[in-house]
């Protein structure tokens, strides 16, 4: 089981980007996944999920109604496509899964994580 982030960089504040996690070794509409993110002297946030058991979607109150999750399950990749991003954004950005096939959201832990993307929201 493998996860990749990436599609970080800068962006001004109220801006956009998509970031991507490509995953391999497993089937990707099967499994929980989970989008994290970590600011610099902060803990690490859970910010959004896609269940493996029907594909819902959770998002933490922070990024509701700016972030959206999806996944391509023909290209074995997940989406978090973010919007209206704001300075407290900034943060490096992680996607993870329990690697058990229909997990609902959040699992009960997240047992393999890829290498996280820098994005930063400034001016």
């Known amino acids: 089981v493998q996860l990749q982030a990436s599609g970080g960089g800068l962006v001004q504040p109220g801006g956009s980007l998509r970031l991507s996690c490509a995953t391999s070794?497993?089937?990707?509409?099967?499994?929980?996944i989970g989008w994290f993110r970590q600011a610099p002297g902060k803990e690490r946030e859970g910010i959004s999920c896609?269940?493996?058991?029907?594909?819902?979607?959770y998002y933490a109150d922070s990024v509701k109604g700016r972030f959206t999750v999806s996944r391509d399950n023909a290209n074995n990749t997940m989406y978090l496509q973010m919007s209206d991003l704001k300075p407290e954004d900034t943060a490096v950005y992680y996607c993870?899964?329990?690697?058990?096939?229909?997990?609902?959201?959040?699992?009960?832990?997240?047992?393999?994580w890829g290498q996280g993307t820098q994005v930063t929201v400034s001016s």
């Open positions: 896609i269940s493996g058991r029907d594909g819902s979607t």
């Open positions: 993870a899964t329990d690697g058990r096939p229909g997990s609902s959201c959040p699992p009960i832990r997240y047992n393999y």
């Open positions: 070794g497993f089937t990707l509409d099967y499994y929980a």
